[in-house]
């Protein structure tokens, strides 16, 4: 496998650290997210012509400095207080201790190598800093990680974010305000807000959590493949008039295409009868409770629903479909608020792991908006953050109304996938 050399690291710094709080709290929807890995997203572009990169990796580094200025939490560390009834509270402190920040040169590694394979490169992963630490970690490494990658054609810069102090809509509000910045703005289009949402049982935040329990934090080691499937906006056409539901959106078609193909090859690859078939989705909830536009943090529930394997693969896509749209239509605004409360009274933290297939991210994120000078992306990758078994990670395509699907199986699965043309022939 190529390698990859690192130039330079150092810690980046707001440009003017007179910041707007001294510290931010962290609500239920961010303290769930202790014991799990950071999120790791990478964009991909052309080398940019005519300039020097030299001057390029200080143009990075002084942008994103002047950026932190808008999102201090992202520059601070996570704070804890040791409660008298053996309880811990975490909150955000605004510290500035600063942000991790990466150059490396992968001097054998084009931008044919990254897009072209089947399945995604094991360099990829080489790409992301800060990596192989969980968000508790916090509190002594940085919130927020940049590792710029030079290729021989094409730069990568890829982000390792905390994810206690950021979902998927912050993280890329966050890129997207970088971006803006680097070409040149004075301030961002969008600024963030940091009022809290907590439910009304939250009497004082910060919210006491039991001890941390930090035992079997990792699932196994076990082979893994990931892949990029390519869904055009015909084909998702296509995939939601076979559903044959009312009121299923594209989205909800494709996850259950992707959940039903999934769930029928697993089975044949291990002669597994299993009862259940489950599917996990994070749902995002600013627009139930509503929550300002802006709002910086997480505001994702999950939501999941399991049924019978084989009443799935029986009923067809349409049924699959049907769960799908009944499981999104579950996430109203009483029951958001309530899970809320609930968690207050019984902290639970998610763990890293499998809940039969998990769908994180959205296809609604502006990625291939984040221009910073020199042209827009022309691939997203992640990193091995919260991968597993059955982790699919959605993102729109490089062409509008496109969506793309990065699928993380076991191998043989995989490559069954892959081959399938029941799958493949949308």
């Known amino acids: ?3 990859i050399d690192v130039i330079s690291s150092c810690l980046v710094k707001m440009t003017n650290n007179a910041a707007s709080a001294s510290r931010m709290e962290l609500t239920p929807w961010d303290l769930q997210m202790l014991l799990l890995d950071p999120i790791q997203k990478g964009i991909l572009f052309h080398k940019p012509a005519h300039q020097s990169q030299e ?33 811990t509270s975490f909150f955000i402190d605004c510290n500035d201790a600063g942000v991790e920040f990466v150059h490396a040169v992968a001097a054998n590694v084009s931008v044919s190598d990254i897009l072209e394979p089947t399945y995604i490169p094991e360099i990829v992963p080489l790409f992301f800093p800060l990596n192989g630490i969980p968000n508790c970690e916090g509190v002594s490494k940085p919130l927020l990680g940049v590792q710029v990658t030079e290729l021989v054609d094409g730069l990568f810069i890829a982000c390792t974010a905390n994810h206690c102090i950021v979902d998927g809509v912050s993280f890329w509000h966050f890129s997207n305000s970088w971006s803006e910045i680097s070409r040149g703005f004075e301030t961002i289009s969008k600024s963030p807000v940091f009022e809290r949402w907590f439910p009304n049982n939250a009497n004082c935040p ?11 934090m990792y699932v196994s080691s076990s082979p893994l493949l990931e892949r990029a499937f390519h869904f055009s906006r015909e084909s998702l056409a296509k995939l939601k008039s076979k559903t044959d539901v009312e009121g299923v959106s594209s989205l909800q078609a494709l996850s259950a295409h992707l959940w039903q193909s999934i769930t029928r090859l697993r089975r044949a690859d291990y002669q597994n009868s299993a009862l259940e078939t489950g599917l996990m989705m994070l749902v995002g909830v600013r627009a139930r409770i509503p929550l300002p536009e802006g709002y910086f943090g997480n505001a ?43 968690w207050v009274k019984n902290p639970i933290l998610y763990r890293k792991g499998n809940f039969g297939l998990t769908i994180s991210s959205s296809p609604r994120h ?31 395509a490089a062409v509008a109304g496109g969506i793309d699907v990065h699928v993380c199986l076991a191998p043989e699965t995989l490559q069954a996938l892959g081959d399938d043309p029941e799958f493949m022939g949308v």
Do not use: C
């Open 206 to 216: 910060p919210i006491p959590l039991p001890t941390l329990d930090k035992k079997n």
């Open 366 to 396: 502006n990625v291939y908006g984040n221009d910073f000078g020199w042209g827009k992306p022309i691939a997203v990758r992640s990193g091995k953050a919260q991968k597993f078994d059955g982790k699919m990670t959605l993102f729109p």
């Open 55 to 87: 001057s390029l990796i200080h143009h990075l580094e002084n942008s994103l400095s002047r950026t932190l200025d808008f999102f201090p939490p992202l520059s601070g560390r996570i704070a804890t207080v040791d409660n008298e009834d053996n309880t």
């Open 1 to 3: 496998m190529a390698k």
């Open 300 to 342: 994702v529930r999950a939501g999941a629903i399991a049924i019978s394997e084989t009443e799935m693969l029986e009923k067809g896509l349409g049924f699959a479909a049907m769960k799908v749209n009944e499981l999104v239509g579950e996430q109203t605004r009483e029951a958001v608020i309530k899970s809320a409360e609930d």
